[in-house]
C-alpha cells in the first residue's frame, strides 16, 4: 500500500471521527429543565395536567425540538408554603445542574424560589403562579400563565358595564393571589360605579373549606353579585355547589368570578349548579381557533375522550413552547440566564388560547381575555361560550404601578 493511499485512509478516517462526533455531540445535547410542581398535597390534582402538556407538546413537536433533547427532572413542591420549592430549586439547579427552572403553581413557591433563580443566573419559567409582582423579584423569572389582575380586573368592568351590578362581595382565598383577585376586581369594578360591600377571606390553599358559613354571610348582604377566586380544583367545584346548594341565584345574587372557578376538566361533575355562571378567563377548552381544535383532539387523541385540558395545562404548553424557542435562539446555550430571558422578551406565540406575546418590560404574558358563560349544549353537556373578547390585556397591576408592581428604582 503507497504511503499516498495510507494518508487518504487516514484523512477518511479522522474525516469520519470527526464527523460522528458532531452527529453524536448534536444528538446528545441534552437540556435539563427542572420542574417543580407539588405531586403530593392539596395541588396534587393540578400537576399531572401540567405533566400531560409538557409530554404532547414534546411528541407533537419532536421534529421542532431537533438537535435538542429535553430531560426533564420533577421536584414535589408538597404544601404550598413556599419551603419545599425553594429547597427544590437550589438542589435543582447545584446537585442536578438544570439549565432550566419551571413550574410552580402556587404564587408562595415562585416567591420562596425567586432568591434562588436570581443566584443560580437560570431562565425561570412561571407556567402558573398567578400573584402579579412575582416577575419582579427576580430577573431571570418569564411568566406564560396568567396574572390574577389580567383576568380579575376585566371581571370587576364588566360586573358593572356587562352585568350593570352596583353592589358587590368577594370571597377569596386567603394568600397572595387570592389578594390580588380581590384588590383587581375592587379596584376596576369601583371605578366603573360599583361599590364592594363586603371582602371575606374563605379559607386557605392547603385544604377545601366549607364555603357555607361564608356564603350564607354573603346571602346575608344580598349584593347583586359574588366575586369568588378559589384555586382550581376541589374547591372550584365546592364553590359552585354550596352556591347552589344555598338557593343564592334565586336570592338575587349573581356568581362570577375567575376561570379557576369552572376549570374544563371538571366542569362536567358541577351538572347544573354551573349553568348560567360568568367568568372572566385566559382559556377554555371551547375556544373556537385553529390552534386549539387541534390541542384538544390531539389531547383527547393521547388521553381518551373523556379527558380534557384546562387553563393549567395550557400554561405548562405555552411554557414548554418558551423553553424551545429560547433554546433555539441562543443556539443551545440557554443555560445563560440573561440570553434566555432577551430572547423571549417581544416572544409572539399562536398558543392555543389564542396569540399571546411576551412584554419586553415586565416579562409578563399579554393575551386576550374572554368574557365567558356556561351554557348546556344540544350534547346535554357543559361548555363556556365567550360573551366578549379583550384583547392583548396586560397586567392591570403593573400597567398601574399599584404597590410592589411598581418597577424598582
Same mark, same amino acid.
Given at each position: 500500500?503507497?504511503?499516498?493511499?495510507?494518508?487518504?485512509?487516514?484523512?477518511?478516517?479522522?474525516?469520519?471521527?470527526?464527523?460522528?462526533?458532531?452527529?453524536?455531540?448534536?444528538?446528545?445535547?441534552?437540556?435539563?429543565?427542572?420542574?417543580?410542581?407539588?405531586?403530593?398535597?392539596?395541588?396534587?390534582?393540578?400537576?399531572? !395536567?401540567?405533566?400531560?402538556?409538557?409530554? +404532547?407538546?414534546?411528541?407533537?413537536?419532536?421534529?421542532?425540538?431537533?438537535?435538542?433533547?429535553?430531560?426533564?427532572?420533577?421536584?414535589?413542591?408538597?404544601?404550598?408554603?413556599?419551603? &419545599?420549592?425553594?429547597?427544590?430549586?437550589?438542589? *435543582?439547579?447545584?446537585?442536578?445542574?438544570?439549565?432550566? *427552572?419551571?413550574?410552580?403553581?402556587?404564587?408562595?413557591?415562585?416567591?420562596?424560589?425567586?432568591?434562588?433563580?436570581?443566584?443560580?443566573?437560570?431562565?425561570?419559567?412561571?407556567?402558573?403562579?398567578?400573584?402579579?409582582?412575582?416577575?419582579?423579584?427576580?430577573? /431571570?423569572?418569564?411568566?406564560?400563565?396568567?396574572? *390574577?389582575?389580567?383576568?380579575? /380586573?376585566?371581571?370587576?368592568?364588566?360586573?358593572?358595564?356587562?352585568? =350593570?351590578?352596583?353592589?358587590?362581595?368577594?370571597?377569596?382565598?386567603?394568600?397572595?393571589?387570592?389578594?390580588?383577585?380581590?384588590?383587581?376586581?375592587? /379596584?376596576?369594578?369601583?371605578?366603573?360605579?360599583?361599590?364592594?360591600?363586603?371582602?371575606?377571606?374563605?379559607?386557605?390553599? %392547603?385544604?377545601?373549606?366549607?364555603?357555607?358559613?361564608?356564603?350564607?354571610?354573603?346571602?346575608?348582604? =344580598?349584593?347583586?353579585? +359574588?366575586?369568588?377566586?378559589?384555586?382550581?380544583?376541589?374547591?372550584?367545584?365546592?364553590?359552585?355547589?354550596?352556591?347552589?346548594?344555598?338557593?343564592?341565584?334565586?336570592?338575587?345574587?349573581?356568581?362570577?368570578?375567575?376561570?379557576?372557578?369552572?376549570?374544563?376538566?371538571?366542569?362536567?361533575?358541577?351538572? %347544573?349548579?354551573?349553568?348560567? +355562571?360568568?367568568?372572566? =378567563?385566559?382559556?377554555?377548552?371551547? +375556544?373556537?381557533?385553529?390552534?386549539?381544535?387541534?390541542?384538544?383532539?390531539?389531547?383527547?387523541?393521547? /388521553?381518551?375522550?373523556?379527558?380534557?385540558?384546562?387553563?393549567?395545562?395550557?400554561?405548562?404548553?405555552?411554557?414548554?413552547? &418558551?423553553?424551545?424557542?429560547?433554546?433555539?435562539?441562543?443556539?443551545?446555550?440557554?443555560?445563560?440566564?440573561?440570553?434566555?430571558?432577551?430572547? *423571549? %422578551?417581544?416572544?409572539?406565540?399562536?398558543?392555543?388560547?389564542?396569540?399571546? %406575546?411576551?412584554?419586553?418590560?415586565?416579562?409578563?404574558?399579554?393575551?386576550? !381575555?374572554?368574557?365567558?358563560?356556561?351554557?348546556?349544549?344540544?350534547?346535554?353537556?357543559?361548555? !363556556?361560550?365567550?360573551?366578549?373578547?379583550? =384583547?392583548?390585556?396586560?397586567?392591570?397591576?403593573?400597567?398601574?404601578?399599584?404597590?410592589?408592581?411598581?418597577?424598582?428604582?
Amino acid at each position: 500500500m503507497s504511503r499516498h493511499t495510507i494518508a487518504v485512509i487516514a484523512a477518511a478516517g479522522a474525516m469520519a471521527i470527526a464527523a460522528g462526533g458532531a452527529t453524536s455531540q448534536a444528538q446528545a445535547q441534552d437540556v435539563k429543565i427542572g420542574l417543580i410542581l407539588p405531586y403530593t398535597g392539596p395541588g396534587a390534582e393540578l400537576s399531572p !395536567e401540567m405533566d400531560k402538556a409538557i409530554d +404532547l407538546y414534546q411528541k407533537l413537536n419532536a421534529a421542532q425540538i431537533k438537535p435538542y433533547k429535553l430531560t426533564i427532572i420533577k421536584r414535589d413542591s408538597k404544601a404550598p408554603n413556599g419551603a &419545599a420549592a425553594k429547597i427544590d430549586a437550589q438542589e *435543582l439547579l447545584t446537585q442536578e445542574k438544570v439549565d432550566v *427552572l419551571a413550574g410552580w403553581i402556587y404564587s408562595p413557591d415562585a416567591i420562596a424560589s425567586a432568591p434562588v433563580v436570581t443566584a443560580g443566573k437560570r431562565l425561570g419559567v412561571i407556567m402558573n403562579a398567578g400573584t402579579a409582582f412575582i416577575t419582579n423579584l427576580s430577573p /431571570y423569572y418569564v411568566r406564560t400563565s396568567f396574572t *390574577l389582575w389580567q383576568s380579575s /380586573y376585566v371581571m370587576g368592568e364588566e360586573a358593572a358595564k356587562y352585568l =350593570h351590578a352596583k353592589t358587590a362581595v368577594v370571597a377569596y382565598t386567603d394568600y397572595p393571589p387570592g389578594k390580588d383577585a380581590l384588590n383587581a376586581f375592587k /379596584y376596576a369594578f369601583e371605578h366603573n360605579g360599583g361599590k364592594v360591600i363586603d371582602a371575606i377571606p374563605a379559607g386557605g390553599p %392547603e385544604a377545601t373549606p366549607d364555603f357555607t358559613p361564608f356564603f350564607q354571610r354573603v346571602k346575608d348582604e =344580598h349584593p347583586n353579585v +359574588l366575586f369568588v377566586f378559589v384555586p382550581a380544583g376541589d374547591q372550584a367545584t365546592a364553590v359552585v355547589k354550596t352556591f347552589a346548594a344555598l338557593g343564592m341565584k334565586a336570592a338575587g345574587t349573581q356568581l362570577i368570578g375567575t376561570g379557576d372557578i369552572v376549570p374544563d376538566d371538571l366542569l362536567q361533575g358541577m351538572g %347544573e349548579s354551573a349553568v348560567g +355562571l360568568i367568568t372572566v =378567563h385566559h382559556y377554555n377548552a371551547d +375556544l373556537d381557533n385553529p390552534q386549539n381544535k387541534a390541542f384538544v383532539a390531539a389531547w383527547k387523541k393521547a /388521553y381518551g375522550p373523556d379527558s380534557t385540558p384546562n387553563f393549567t395545562s395550557v400554561g405548562a404548553w405555552d411554557g414548554i413552547a &418558551a423553553i424551545n424557542h429560547a433554546l433555539h435562539a441562543t443556539k443551545g446555550k440557554i443555560d445563560d440566564g440573561a440570553a434566555a430571558v432577551k430572547s *423571549l %422578551e417581544g416572544w409572539k406565540f399562536n398558543s392555543p388560547q389564542g396569540p399571546i %406575546e411576551i412584554d419586553p418590560h415586565t416579562r409578563d404574558i399579554v393575551m386576550n !381575555e374572554y368574557l365567558d358563560q356556561v351554557v348546556k349544549g344540544s350534547d346535554g353537556k357543559l361548555h !363556556e361560550k365567550v360573551l366578549a373578547t379583550f =384583547h392583548n390585556v396586560k397586567d392591570q397591576c403593573k400597567e398601574l404601578a399599584i404597590g410592589p408592581c411598581a418597577p424598582k428604582k
